[in-house]
């Protein structure tokens, strides 16, 4: 933890101990994922800050440009983000479904997932995922395209926790 070390008229925002800085950050970028891309490259403390998991429980990866945003930095990040509360994932074109239920399986305390952006191209694969998240809340889905029945009873036989649900093509 940083000393307090201010002057009478100046003070820099890295003499703030590290409980008020992660609470500066965290209000300017809620977004773990996104703040640790801006944030971690400025000094060796922020970095150590920013990579500490437990201060994380939201994972938005819609907030990211597109074009930025690859499969491997949101497989890379759950792995490393595996205490995260709730998850967000935007289109993506070669995301690994089976990939992508392995680092779910992590994420213990996984409440809330958003896979709007996850195009199931069968049954298969869907179980996959709801198999891998048996705490979830709050499921969101968009992309199921005839597939709806199917991924309803697998959502029911998997996904006991379920309170709240979005499903639609």
Not at 52 to 59: E, P, V
Not at 80 to 102: G, N, Q, T, W, Y
Not at 109 to 129: H, I, M, Y
């Amino acid at each position: 933890m940083a000393a307090w070390a201010c002057t009478a008229d100046v003070m820099n925002i890295t003499d703030l101990p590290d409980e008020v800085l992660i609470n500066i950050l965290v209000m300017v970028e809620p977004n773990a994922f996104k703040l640790a891309k801006r944030v971690s490259p400025i000094c060796k403390r922020f970095h150590s800050l920013i990579s500490d998991i437990s201060l994380w429980k939201t994972l938005d990866f819609s907030t990211v440009g597109k074009k930025r945003l690859r499969s491997a930095d949101v497989l890379s990040t759950l792995k490393r983000f595996h205490l995260v509360e709730s998850v967000k994932i935007p289109p993506l074109r070669d995301l690994d479904v089976k990939l992508l239920a392995a680092r779910l399986s992590t994420c213990t305390a996984l409440t809330t997932l958003d896979v709007s952006g996850v195009q199931f191209s069968d049954l298969a694969s869907f179980e996959l995922l709801a198999q891998s998240i048996p705490n979830v809340k709050r499921f969101v889905s968009r992309a199921v395209r005839g597939l709806v029945r199917g991924f309803l009873a697998l959502l029911c036989k998997h996904g006991t926790q379920i309170e709240q649900m979005e499903v639609g093509y």
